[in-house]
């Protein structure tokens, strides 16, 4: 075997947890859970599922708190999937909630024993399909007044840092003057 092949053998590798590909061990990211080393292509990438994970946990409780249905069953997070082809989880999450009223008349009046689990998730998912681009709207518009604000926060303190620096020349003035005593 050629001696460069020989080396290409001997790089550790392991599989990445997000991609399931194998990469190298060497500048994996590695995090122990549950006395088990797990390995992603970076930390940025691990970050980013565990944010997505505990956004995704999150959408369950609250679909499951609003149906009053004891858990999420696999035939719902399926349909959920088919939304967050095109909207992020908290979307999803936050149109559910403002939806509530909705879905919660249509479980009182509409729903009996005979409504099977998927007319009655069928029909939720309808309700978020048509009002979740509402959603979104008035939440990046909510974010871009959130991002004003803080721009003239910053140009506030800007204001403040030069009132600042005016007194600190005020205070070696008379620093200077209390030379001049003595
Ligand atoms: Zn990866």
């Known amino acids: 075997m050629l001696e460069i092949f020989k080396d290409v053998i001997k790089i550790r590798q392991v599989i990445c947890k997000c991609h399931k590909t194998k990469i190298a061990k060497d500048g994996a990211y590695c995090i122990k859970i549950n006395n088990k080393n797990q390995y992603w292509c970076n930390k940025e990438e691990y970050d980013n599922n565990k944010k997505e994970q505990l956004a995704k946990d999150s959408l369950y409780k609250t679909v499951a708190e609003i149906l009053q249905i004891p858990i999420v069953t696999p035939f719902m997070k399926k349909e959920i999937e088919k939304i967050r082809v095109y909207y992020e989880y908290d979307i999803i999450r936050k149109t559910f909630i403002e939806s509530e ?52 926060n910053t140009e506030n303190d800007i204001i403040d840092d030069m009132i600042l620096n005016n007194n600190e020349s005020v205070d070696r003035n008379v620093s200077d003057i209390s030379q001049f005593l003595d």
């Open 101 to 152: 009223p909705k879905l919660n008349w249509f479980i009182r009046n509409k729903m009996d024993e005979r409504t099977t689990e998927f007319a009655m998730f069928r029909y939720c998912i309808t309700v978020i399909a048509n009002n979740i681009n509402d959603v979104k709207s008035r939440y990046i518009k909510e974010l871009k007044a959130l991002e004003d604000m803080f721009k003239s």
